[in-house]
């Protein structure tokens, strides 16, 4: 499976602020995926990102919110923007496998806002 | 109803015994389910995938499918205390997309 790594690891920010995650992966992939993950809870994917077009969000998601760049075949970025401490999180990105559905993720960006 | 569901847990077993963790689905067009451990603090790591009917065994590991039943479990022979984490279900939807359960938390006890 590709090597995905994701910046920063964590961060602490305060609200009204926003931060840029990125996610780099070693290998060309179509599909890249945005999820979030509350505190004791599963995976809520955010939205899906493809190489040369817009971002497709998730019900409950809006790009001012959450905007995504995806410049190439191994690098994509999700901003938080304008954080609250609602916005707390791991945020992971994944990509998709050699099989249909399979999908890997990153280490993940543990976000806490103050 | 929820698109995928599993019990929260904590499931508790002792260490060498089976454990069983069960994931019921309500899509009845679904044609593959994946199941992922996270252990506290990581990322999900994929473990296993099915898309058929039946049993599929990958050493300790093996996912079984009812499509009929539309339920899908794993389970965990010889048991370790390195398997203690939370699994995850996980089903298609839509393109190439995944939704997730809950997550059960194991819990192996020495």
Known sequence: SAVISQ??????????????????????VTMMFWYRQQPGQSLTLI?????????????????????????????STLTVS????????????????????????????????? | QKEVEQNSGPLSVPEGAIASLNCTYSDRGSQSFFWYRQYSGKSPELIMSIYSNGDKEDGRFTAQLNKASQYVSLLIRDSQ???SATYLCASPRGYNKLIFGAGTRLAVHP
């Open chain 1, 47 to 75: 939205a899906t990102a493809n190489q040369g077009s817009e971002a497709t969000y998730e019900s409950g998601f809006v790009i001012d919110k959450f905007p995504i760049s995806r410049p190439n075949l191994t690098f």
């Open chain 2, 81 to 83: 205390p390195s398997d």
């Open chain 1, 82 to 114: 304008n954080m609250s401490p609602e916005d707390s999180s791991i945020y992971l990105c994944s990509v998709e496998g050699s099989s249909s559905y399979e999908q890997y993720f990153g280490p993940g960006t543990r976000l806490t806002v103050t």
């Open chain 1, 7 to 28: 910046k920063p690891s964590r961060d602490i920010c305060q609200r009204g602020t926003s931060l840029t995650i990125q996610c780099q992966v070693d290998s060309q």
